[in-house]
Structures are given as C-alpha cells and as structure tokens.
C-alpha cells in the first residue's frame, strides 16, 4: 500500500504560478512511474502530466505542455508539478498517483493503469 499526500494547492490569479508537491510513503519509490491528473467541477478526470521511474521521460497534456513542469526526487519520494502561466480553465482539484511495477522510461496517461492515489489539492485560478 501507498500512500500520497499532495500540497501546494491555492487560490492565483491568472497568469500566476503554483507548484504541486506531492510525498509517497513508498520505500521502492525510485521504481514507481508518477502521474498527474485534475478534475474540474462537472467534468471527467483528465491527465495532466507523468514521469518515469527515473525522471528521465515526461509527458504532458496538449493544454498544459509549455508551462506545466513535472520533476521528481528519488531521494525525497517526492514528485512535483511547476505549473505557471495559470489560467482559468486550469481550476481543478489535482491528484497525484503511482503506476507500479513499470520499466524503466515507461509511463501513461491512463488513469485506469494507476494503482494508488492521492486525496487531491485544490487549485482555483481567477480572472
């Protein structure tokens, strides 16, 4: 079992920054792939970015590749998402999650091949 505690979430206005973190209790994390997903009021959960065990692969939704940065510590089991240029239709609450069991350089953005998953932070961009 692991478990995932994001932080980071808040309230900017437009054209802001926020930067997600989110911490894995996980002893193998190096072994795990990370993700990145948000689901805003009313609509379905959607990827927003990943990384490989290893950090050396990335991969980033349409509407946010350009200013959204996912990065990770191995060190630290920590997985982090730089998002600037914020805007409204970025308002959602993100969730951080664990695809394990993964080759090296492998990852997805298919929510249904995660295998655990944070309880959200809420970030609100206004206009």
């Known amino acids: 079992q692991v478990q995932l505690v994001e932080a980071g979430g808040g309230l900017v206005q437009a054209g802001g920054s926020l930067r997600l973190s989110c911490a894995a209790s996980?002893?193998?994390?190096?072994?795990?792939?990370m993700g990145w997903f948000r689901q805003a009021p009313g609509k379905e959960r959607e990827f927003v970015a990943a990384i490989s065990r290893g950090g050396h692969t990335t991969n980033y939704a349409d509407s946010v590749k350009g200013r959204f940065t996912v990065s990770r510590s191995n060190a630290k089991n920590t997985v982090y998402l730089q998002m600037n240029s914020l805007k409204p239709e970025d308002t959602a609450i993100y969730y951080c999650?664990?695809?394990?069991?993964?080759?090296?350089?492998?990852?997805?953005?298919?929510?249904?091949?995660?295998?655990?998953w944070g309880q959200g932070t809420q970030v609100t961009v206004s206009s």
């Open positions: 996980a002893r193998t994390f190096s072994n795990y792939a």
């Open positions: 999650a664990v695809r394990s069991s993964v080759r090296v350089g492998e990852i997805t953005a298919r929510s249904d091949e995660y295998h655990y």
